[in-house]
């Protein structure tokens, strides 16, 4: 019983650290045309976005809400595997199922 205590307090220091960490992470994505950058937190928050002149034309706008959205989903897939790596990592020898 203690060691799971033990664990379990061990496990929310390191999930502690963990988010620290992630907060300084940063994920850089462009679309494949480059003409959407953004940038993005380990903890899923957008802190830049780039827009090309050419898509803010009113004809764009279909184009660049697409681009927006498929950008954004791509960003977050990219920092989901580097938050699900650094899990791994930091918690990978507390024994918690699943990591």
Do not use: C, H, Y
């Not at 034309?57 to 650094?86: G, I, P, R, Y």
Request: aromatic share 4%; hydrophobic share 40%; glycine share 4%.
């Amino acid at each position: 019983m203690l060691d799971k205590l033990k664990n379990m307090f061990e496990a929310q220091k390191k999930i502690g650290e963990i988010k620290k960490e992630l907060e300084k992470v940063t994920i850089d994505f462009s679309s494949p045309d480059e003409k959407i950058k953004l940038k993005m937190t380990g903890t899923q928050k957008i802190i830049a976005l780039e827009i090309t002149q050419d898509l803010l034309s009113v004809e764009k706008k279909k184009t660049l809400e697409e681009n927006l959205v498929s950008s954004f989903n791509a960003a977050l897939d990219k920092v989901q595997l580097a938050v699900s790596d650094k899990l791994r990592l930091k918690v990978g020898d507390l024994k918690i199922p699943g990591f």
